[in-house]
């Protein structure tokens, strides 16, 4: 894994200055595979509106990575903790549509987002019993529904 660490540095090095963009990256293994931070000042530039930039930039620096490695490796990447605080908006968003459809006792959907996100709204919400999640549509970008996680009425019924 160090290898890739070190080509991983380099190329984004590349290209940021390519790009014009000043920053700090700090990769490092991670989980799944190198986790890239980067750090700096330009952060909507690399972010770009929901995410969708720093998305391709995700998929574009884990194919110049993996042309170089001799092994695949997953690339998770983060500009200024841009990840972290989505993940954590997200969670706070999904706490809050569950409460919605355990007090009414309706489907409420979401969405479109993508796979990353999608996670987090149905991890957010996997603890309650009383609601399940489901992603739905085509593509990449699909909606959640969120409902009520109805009993059915054979079960906990004596025969």
């Known amino acids: 894994m160090e290898t ?19 920053a700090e990256i700090d990769v490092f293994p991670g989980e799944e595979g190198l986790q890239v931070e980067i750090k700096g000042d330009r952060e909507g530039i690399l972010i770009g509106k ?17 042309r170089r490695s001799d092994k695949p490796v997953r690339v998770a990447l983060d500009i200024n903790d841009y990840q972290k605080r989505r993940a954590n908006m997200l969670s706070q968003m999904a706490l809050r549509f569950g409460e919605e459809v355990k007090k009414t006792g309706r489907v409420q959907t979401v969405g479109p987002f993508n796979a990353r996100d999608r996670r987090n709204i149905h991890v957010a919400l996997k603890e309650d019993a009383s609601l399940r999640t489901e992603s739905f549509g085509e593509g990449e970008m699909k909606k959640i529904a969120i409902l009520p996680n109805e ?4 079960e906990g019924t004596p025969e």
Do not use: C, F, P, Y
């Not at 890739?4 to 000043?22: C, F, N, S, W, Y």
């Not at 929901?50 to 993996?66: F, P, Y």
């Not at 009993?151 to 054979?154: A, F, G, M, Q, T």
């Open 151 to 154: 009993r059915k009425e054979s």
């Open 50 to 66: 929901h995410g969708r930039t720093l998305d391709s930039l995700q998929i574009v620096i884990s194919r110049m990575i993996n």
């Open 4 to 22: 890739e660490v070190l080509i991983a540095r380099q190329l984004i090095t590349e290209l940021l200055d390519r790009m014009g963009v000043k």
